[in-house]
């Protein structure tokens, strides 16, 4: 079934929507109720970085991410640092007050023999900039949750949607494949 433009537009469009409406309700929801009952909000100290890896501790008595799992992670000021006390704070409010930010994917999970409490684990995907800010603090209060959807990603998608100009475009599209070879 060959699908119009505009119904490929309308599509990237409705599922803009749904993922800004879907991130808007986490924004919205208290971060205690994201990391105690929907596992989606994670708490961790900094261990080390090693071989392009950021090495975190998690206690095990919370979800832990899952590989593969995209997550936004930042600073806190020590006010934010004892999740106890979070309250009704909303993890919208968590993000405004945030220090610095990357997004990490969790590639690596390890748990601790000697420990059994905790485990490591790891993700790449670490900005420069936060890990110059986080090197050097180990044990470094860190705050893991639901990413920023790829706003620009399906703008871009759209974008290609409405390019008349390209006729590689236009017959992958349209579905001329065999002209776009």
């Known amino acids: 079934m060959i699908y119009t433009r505009k ?6 469009e409705e599922e803009l929507q749904a993922q800004t409406d879907a991130f808007q309700h986490k924004l919205d929801t208290s971060a205690s109720y994201l990391l ?8 961790a100290q900094f261990v080390k970085f090693a071989d392009g890896e950021i090495i975190l501790k998690f206690n095990n008595s919370r979800g832990i991410p899952r590989k593969g799992e995209y997550l936004y992670c930042f600073t806190t000021p020590k006010h934010l640092h004892d999740f106890r006390e979070w309250g ?6 968590l993000i405004k007050n945030k220090g610095f930010s990357t997004e990490l994917v969790c590639i690596w999970q390890y748990s601790l023999r000697d420990n059994p409490q905790y485990c490591l684990v790891g993700f790449r995907g670490t900005d420069l900039e936060f890990a110059q800010h986080i090197e050097g603090h ?14 620009q990603y399906i703008g871009n998608l759209q974008k290609i949607v409405r390019d008349n100009h390209s006729d590689s475009i236009r017959n992958l599209l349209e579905g001329n494949v065999e002209d776009t070879i």
Do not use: I, Q, R
Request: proline residues 9%; without cysteine.
């Open 88 to 93: 009704n704070t909303t993890y919208g409010e």
């Open 7 to 12: 119904e490929h537009y309308l599509f990237l």
């Open 138 to 151: 180990a044990g470094a209060f860190l705050v893991l949750g639901p990413n920023v959807p790829p706003y």
């Open 36 to 43: 105690n009952d929907k596992e989606e909000l994670f708490v």
